[in-house]
T-cell receptor, first 115, second 110 residues
């Protein structure tokens, strides 16, 4: 158990809809990263949030957006869902001190199915 | 971040040591080697990381060669619950992302 929680556990959406996924970070952590993991592949970095601002982004279109709140929890929003967005979405929290970023601890993930 | 190369699969007998290799020949001086594992459909689990010295914790040992171009993760007494995909990742301290490759599917057999 890492102390990182995600909700919901599973979600089914229709193509074109919008979805919001939530993540609560581990106590003492101030940074949240989001990853997408398609079936049979390794996780792919979407973006990271630190001090409520985006701090690094992977190769994902603008319809993937996020928020970080003052309590360090985070949301991932995906607009105009496509079938290829079906995946396991993972949240990871970590501690950042100055320019140094420490190990990331992952939550259990949200399984999104787009039909 | 430097690229890593791992064998796609390995087998190990229960109770024996599992030695998982990783090549990272383009690693930079300030980049760490991280190991994570992922049991089917669960979130990746942090195992251990190191810069140049060998490291040990309650889960595993990490041996990094002197030139830092390769490393080995050692699970001293593998159990069936250690069956998972193991990822070797190189990341600098200021980097925001973990770049996952294909990893090694370790299967521990009874």
């Amino acid at each position: 158990e890492t102390g990182v929680t995600q909700s919901p556990t599973h979600l089914i959406k229709t193509r074109g809809q919008q979805v919001t996924l939530r993540c609560s970070s581990q106590s003492g952590h101030n940074t949240v990263s989001w990853y997408q993991q398609a079936l049979g592949q390794g996780p792919q970095f979407i973006f990271q949030y630190y001090r409520e601002e985006e701090n690094g982004r992977g190769n994902f279109p603008p319809r993937f957006s996020g928020l970080q709140f003052p309590n360090y929890s985070s949301e991932l929003n995906v607009n105009a869902l496509e079938l290829d967005d079906s995946a396991l979405y993972l949240c990871a929290s970590s501690l950042r001190m100055g320019a140094s970023s420490y190990e990331q601890y992952f939550g259990p993930g949200t399984r999104l199915t787009v039909t | 971040d430097a690229k890593t190369t791992q064998p796609p699969s390995m087998d190990c007998a229960e109770g024996r040591a599992a030695n998982l290799p990783c090549n990272h020949s383009t690693i930079s001086g300030n980049e760490y080697v991280y190991w994570y594992r992922q049991i089917h459909s669960q979130g990746p689990q942090y195992i251990i990381h190191g810069l140049k010295n060998n490291e040990t914790n309650e889960m595993a040992s990490l041996i990094i060669t002197e030139d830092r171009k390769s490393s080995t993760l050692i699970l001293p007494h593998a159990t069936l619950r250690d069956t998972a995909v193991y990822y070797c990742i190189v990341k600098g301290t200021s980097g925001s992302r973990l770049t996952f490759g294909e990893g090694t599917q370790l299967t521990v057999n009874p």
